[in-house]
């Protein structure tokens, strides 16, 4: 129990230093609009270290992982003025298998973890390949190429099914 109690300590001594700095300074980097974001980061940071400092309740880090990666997401955004938010919205997904796949790795390895962390870490992957992508289709008139794309990947599958039906 101490050594959540020091997490606590840290985390509130972290804030102080960061508000004493900015009134000191001037700074204006800690303003409301740009704090709140501490409000879903900090829980994600107990959910995490309440594991790793007892190694017991693997469970709790899918919501850390979670919460950690949503809160530095919204850190991003919030610094950068919300203008790539259209672009980092895989992110969200991404979370949720950061958290799955830390249960994973820490809790019981069980196999069946692994099927949601590949499929949503997949949808976030294709997503942003899609999204930095997206300017290069756009230049290449990216609906001929996505369409044939499309077609190239169905005669493939076609193709295949057809093989493997003259070889049963």
Same mark, same amino acid.
């Given at each position: 129990?101490?050594?959540? !109690? ?18 000191? #300074? *001037?700074? *204006?980097? =800690? ?7 501490? #409000? &879903?980061?900090?829980? /994600? ?7 790793? &400092?007892? @190694?017991?309740?693997? /469970?709790?880090? &899918?919501?850390? %992982?979670?919460?950690?990666?949503? %809160?530095?997401?919204?850190? +991003?955004?919030?610094?950068? $003025? ?28 069980? @196999?069946?973890?692994? =099927?949601?962390? +590949?499929?949503? $870490? !997949?949808?976030?992957? =294709?997503? +942003?390949?899609?999204?930095?992508? !997206? /300017?290069? +289709?756009?230049? #290449?008139? !990216?609906? =001929? ?24």
């Amino acid at each position: 129990m101490e050594k959540r !109690g020091s997490s606590a300590g840290i985390i509130l001594i972290i804030i102080g230093v960061l508000v004493l700095l900015n009134r000191i #300074f *001037n700074l *204006n980097f =800690i303003t409301m609009s740009n704090f709140w974001p501490l #409000f &879903v980061l900090i829980p /994600g940071l107990f959910f995490e270290a309440g594991y790793f &400092v007892t @190694r017991r309740d693997p /469970g709790l880090l &899918v919501p850390g %992982g979670i919460l950690t990666t949503i %809160g530095l997401l919204f850190f +991003f955004e919030v610094s950068t $003025g919300w203008q790539f938010a259209a672009d980092t919205w895989p992110i969200y997904p991404l979370a949720v298998a950061i958290g799955l796949f830390q249960l994973y790795l820490f809790g019981y390895r069980q @196999r069946g973890l692994l =099927i949601p962390v +590949f499929i949503l $870490g !997949g949808i976030s992957l =294709i997503s +942003f390949t899609i999204i930095i992508m !997206g /300017g290069m +289709f756009l230049w #290449f008139n !990216g609906n =001929i190429i996505v369409s044939a794309l499309f077609i190239l990947a169905g005669i493939i599958i076609l193709f295949n099914n057809i093989r493997r039906k003259k070889t049963d």
